[in-house]
């Protein structure tokens, strides 16, 4: 499966892990960042989310210092649902309930071993639909 990733300078580290823990799992895109420079966020998030928007990956993995910033500028984006996940059963939710297809970051805030965890589950986790598909289609702003 293809999923296309990026990150600031904040989630540098951690993106460069995660590419090497799941390399035999996932077939990353890395977007960059490259290097521990300082960058904007929101140029690499606006990279990650318009393949999703546009098709050519179904996921994508964002990392900053919080995931707040990444997280809000994804989800600018028609048919994107970025979800801030801090913990394996949050990824879990975010897939099985609101069929996110961004999956958030923290990286100030988790250890290798966890964000490991929230990657697994969050590919791990199919959407549930049923009544969830009937709250997901309602969140674009077309369906007002």
Partial sequence: MEVAIGSDHAGFGLKSHLMEQFVSQ???????????????????????????????????????????????????????????????????????????????LPARYLDTHTANAIVAAFFEEPFDGGRHARRVDKIPLAHR
Avoid: F
Wanted: proline share 5%; net charge negative; glycine share 8%.
């Fill in 26 to 104: 996932l077939s990353l895109i890395d977007l960059g960042t490259h290097g521990p420079e300082s960058v904007d966020y929101p140029d690499y998030a606006h990279k990650v989310a318009a393949m999703v928007e546009n098709g050519e990956v179904p996921y994508g993995i964002l990392i900053c210092g919080s995931a707040n910033g990444v997280c809000i500028t994804a989800n600018k984006h028609q048919g994107v649902r970025a979800a801030l996940c801090w913990n394996p059963e949050i990824a879990r939710l975010a897939r099985a309930h609101n069929n996110a297809n961004i999956l958030c």
